[in-house]
């Protein structure tokens, strides 16, 4: 079967994304947001992602045989008494439309809902036969939190909790509070490593339980009128509260015009470093209450591997504390665990339920766009860019590296997904921007204006993994500053990750148990403290990404080269790209990031561009 998973809905969504999936196997899956160079695709339906994927099958539209959506659409739209279109095919043509998609007939066109979207990509795709699930995010069509099991091929609800006791937009409302922006829970999360937790009930907001927690400041059955989402509602419920228990005020934020970068710019009244300690009982606070639902999960489902999906499994500090819960025997948190997600999800939910064996993860999502060595060449002739071609780029990259520099790293196809929203998801979807031409009470906000649609948990920034990622050695520890402020132009706390070949990984991180997604934090060892200081955290862990060669031999094999330089086969991983804008997706996008940014090196496919001599480690310093 062919099936194309989508996410995201024509002026109304954001995180769209795309992706095949050929007889239970994944061929391509892409974000929106990496051709349109637009940070979320806000408002953009799946189209050039949907392309993509096509013509990485050699397919068009007349050859699937079903589009899934990652969201129950029509029902979500019933449930709020807003029009839906008058069938199936005239909601395809707005969403994937014939002068676009020319077809001679339409395939089936399927609404997902949401969480079973979320809990089908972390079920299917872990290899597992079975498992306890748990989806956690802002909300789906009418639920934040879903325990479910997975056994034989099918998932079954065990329990739900309603949109007003939102994990995720608690922890929004806490990155609003704190001047981040309440889509900034990656930012807090790092934040959080330098506080100290306080009063994890918020000052009565929470209670806990070893098996459960209840929310005390919103109503658990909170609906929103004239919106098809209570994110707004839930968050300002929290805001109230949180102004009225908390020693600090909240961090107000105005959008101001700075004439450095050309552009308005948001200016909070205070540094959110000084509410650290917030955001530390915030992360304390997510931390107790998922734990405990993971004790009811796995006590009543009977299982003791758990399975993760949806925003708040973007946050690595929170499955680190899951990972070494004694109760977890075995934790896979579906990388892409965010709205990007549920295309994929949403994919191999209705393959499976039409029969095809779901072919699992094996430590890489390099799905997206890819370049020949001559396609790139054409591209660095044109730009005029001066370039080598090195006999061996993983060596000549090391060089630079060894030398104090940094570069850019493009290489194979691009890896998918890494960064939501917010932290756990904002928003339901929005109105079609074309609706049918009767509509009941128009949504006020339609899930919430320039960040409608539904969202997912923010993580610690983009994760590149190694296929269009920003490189350098881990030492010294400046060597964060350099990057996070000269060259990055962010924060100077926000932490960064390494990525080790797996056969180092015992030493410097003391397991030997594989982490390909960079998506959990571990311990830190006293040697790998000492040999890679600028990806360790305040709290002395990391969030480690380990390399196989048989996964990745071309990143791999740059790390060794690395080591033989510099006596540790580890590297500092970020993703490419400059602030407020995505991963760079192609050739193009790689030069002009490299020549905006004062980077040292690219290694672009197998050419090397560098800065005129005497600038190496020079660049932003």
Known sequence: MRVLGVNGWPGASHDGAACLVVDGEVIALAEEERFTRNKHAYGEAPLNAAAHCLAEG???LDDIDVVAHGWDLPKLFRDRDLDWFADDAAALEHLLPKALFPRTRDPRLTFVNHHIAHAASAYHLSGRDRGAVLVLDGQGEDVSTTLAVGIDGEIKTLRTYTPGWSLGYFY??????????????GKMMGLASYGTPQDLTFGGAFGFTDEDFTIGVVPPDLRSTGSTDEETATIRHWLRHLEKVLPDAPNRSARCFDPRVGRYTKVTDRDPFEYRDIAATAQAALERAVMALVRTLLRESGETTLLIAGGVGFNATLNGKLMRMPEVRDLFVQPLAGDQGVSLGAAVWVAAQEGDRIQPMK???????????????????????????PADIAAATADVLAAGGVAGWFQGRGAVGGRARGPQHHGALATPARPPARRRRPPRRAGGAARAGAGAAPAPGPRALGHRSMVAVPNPEQTRDRVNVRIK??????????SMQEEAAEALIGTTTPLPYM???TPVTEAGAAVMPAVVHSDRTTRPQTVAADVDPLYHRLIGKVGERTGTAVILNTS???RDEPVVCSPRDALATFHRLPMDALALGPFLVRRPDGALGEAGA
Request: with cysteine; proline share 7%; glycine share 12%.
């Open 363 to 389: 430590g890489s999502v390099a799905w997206g766009p890819q370049w020949s060595p001559d396609e790139i060449r054409r591209v660095l002739e044109a730009s005029g860019a001066a370039y080598t071609e």
């Open 58 to 60: 050699g397919l068009t």
């Open 519 to 521: 998506i959990v934090t």
């Open 489 to 498: 132009d962010r924060e100077a706390w926000r932490p960064f990750a390494p």
């Open 576 to 578: 490419f790209n400059g």
């Open 172 to 185: 929004a409302a806490v990155c609003e509070y704190a001047g981040l922006g309440s889509d900034a829970a």
